[in-house]
């Protein structure tokens, strides 16, 4: 089994489609390490505010057979997918990390270089693993997070957002259990 960081984000219904895709993956996957969720302005584009997380779990399946099911759970809330990287969104589900994996895989860079440019990844993904080590880097997410530049930080500004999952607030939950959330 190999451990996996899914980012989610959405700006289209968030709340509908961060659930369902929370629900998909829960079914599937089994137990879920959730991040809190943060809401941010969007970057690049002039649109609604995102809800941002990040979801750990284990799974045997491979980076193509999981990209598939992303891009599937993706498509049943309404991402006919191959939209422009800076635009509205109803659910944007994202492999940060796989494993160890370093490089291209399929088509696809892993680590993800989100975790490094944005903080809409590295913030919940230092939320739940903070102590892990960056593959490529050999640093921890933590230190990432501390290490960010102040000037994209004032760019890209979050802010915890209560998020009702199950019953449960995600962001809450996270404050009160540190160092992470997992449910099922």
Known sequence: ?????I???SNIERERHIAEALERLDAT???????PVYESEAIGFDGA??????????????IPQLATLLRAIEA????????????ARSL?????????KC??????????ADITDYAYALWPLADIAATELHPQLGISYRDLREQFPT????????????????????????????PAVALH
């Open 92 to 100: 944007d589900l994202d492999l940060l990390i796989y494993g160890n």
């Open 49 to 62: 505010a995102f809800y941002n997380l990040v979801a750990g779990f284990d799974t045997d399946r491979s």
């Open 103 to 112: 490089g291209n895989s399929d088509g696809i860079e892993l680590p993800r």
């Open 76 to 87: 049943e809330n309404g991402n006919p997918g191959h939209l422009p990287k800076f635009s």
């Open 29 to 35: 996957f089994g137990k879920l390490l959730l991040s």
């Open 1 to 5: 089994m190999t451990r996996v960081y």
């Open 151 to 178: 000037a994209q930080q004032e760019a890209q500004k979050l802010w915890l957002a209560p998020f009702l999952w199950r019953g449960n607030d995600l962001s809450a939950l996270q404050q009160a259990n540190s």
């Open 7 to 9: 980012g989610i984000g």
